[in-house]
């Protein structure tokens, strides 16, 4: 790879960096305000006031927050590698939010449940195949 080539790739990584960075910073602040929705519905729950539906949702909302969070960091301590996995595991969870906030149709949660299972067969397959750094 000659000069220029590295130091345009430097570049778009460097700029990558601080992107990634700043989209950290406000899923954190983010994760910290879903902590509060999940207190405060927590809160409705437990005085017979809200639904155990809104509680559940604000909870794997928080976990889809965390686990960006999570995917941001992985990216920085594997050497600005993302890790297939973690993005398998936001798929999963972001199908289980959508069963659980529209499950009128069993049709579709039919069709949402054997994505899950396509993706749970698929991360078994990255696991067993694709290795590890």
Same mark, same amino acid.
């Given at each position: 790879m000659d000069k220029f080539s590295e130091k345009i790739s430097s570049i778009f990584l460097w700029v990558m960096n601080i992107g990634l960075l700043i989209i950290g910073i406000l899923l954190s602040f983010g994760l910290l305000i879903e902590a509060k &929705? +999940?207190?405060?519905e927590g809160m409705k729950f437990l005085a017979s006031d809200g639904?155990?539906?809104? =509680?559940?949702? &604000? +909870?794997l909302v928080f976990f889809l927050y965390f686990e960006f969070v999570a995917l941001i960091v992985k990216y =920085?301590?594997?050497?600005?590698?993302?890790p297939l996995r973690y993005f398998i595991y936001i798929g999963i969870t972001a199908i289980v939010r959508l069963i659980i906030v529209q499950h009128d149709n069993p049709y579709s949660v039919l069709?949402?449940?054997?994505?899950i299972?396509?993706?749970?067969?698929s991360?078994?397959?990255?696991e067993k195949f694709i290795k590890k750094n």
């Open positions: &929705e +999940i207190f405060a639904s155990y539906q809104n =509680f559940i949702e &604000e +909870i =920085f301590k594997n050497n600005y590698h993302f069709i949402w449940s054997g994505a299972l396509l993706l749970v067969i991360l078994a397959i990255a």
